[in-house]
């Protein structure tokens, strides 16, 4: 298998991460994890105190910032911030950052020369829609906003995270509004994804429905 392309979209906290490591491991595909980059430019707008209005300085500033990433590590201007992107400060911005015109168009011709003619899995909003239309296999997985505000609520209990479940239910609920409203590359299913709902699923039975539209595209 040469240049195989997996895109797993949906929104927020509906396990696409997870399930893209399992994924990639199983298969021995590269993981790009293409949230993880929109995050890496919000804290970027954070640190450098730019207004999210001024859509003119924050293009402008996205010609100098560095990003990098090695693994599952993410660095920006050659600092580790693999840990400060996850904070509810980030996730508070980064839905009207990914919604940029220019930004996207950035993070997008990155995500395509990082994949190109590789065996990868990427996971995001518009990769099945925009990135890789032509993927090989595209899911869309989603869940409902009570199981995923309860499984964001634990991974901050993990990282002792101070916030409610109430807070995080509806955080999770406006970046799902802003996601899928916005102009460019809306979260949408593409019409040729497959949608697997995890509300109620095992993660083990999430990674068998998938691995079966991988397996069926491998034998074709
Ligand atoms: O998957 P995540 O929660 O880490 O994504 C963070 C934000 O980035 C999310 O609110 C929407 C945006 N995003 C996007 O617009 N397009 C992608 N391909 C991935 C993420």
Redesign the pocket.
Known sequence: MKGFIVTV?GP??SG??TIAKLIAKKYDLTYL???????MI?LYVLKHGVGLEDKKAIADMLEKADLDIDGDRFYLDGEDVTEMIRTPEV?RI??P???IKEV?KK?VDM?REISKGKRTI??????GTA?FPDADVKIFLVASPEVRALRRLKEYEQKGVKTTYEEVLESIKE?DY??ST?KE?P?VKADDAHEVDSSKMTIDKVLDKISEYIEEKIGE
Do not use: H, P
Request: glycine content about 8%; hydrophobic content about 40%; cysteine-free.
């Open positions: 979209d927020a906290g696409k991460s994890d293409t949230g993880a980059m929109y995050r919000a996730n980064v839905s950052v990914a919604a996207r993070l995500q990427l996971d995001g909003r518009d990769i990135v970046r802003i996601d916005r590359s979260l």
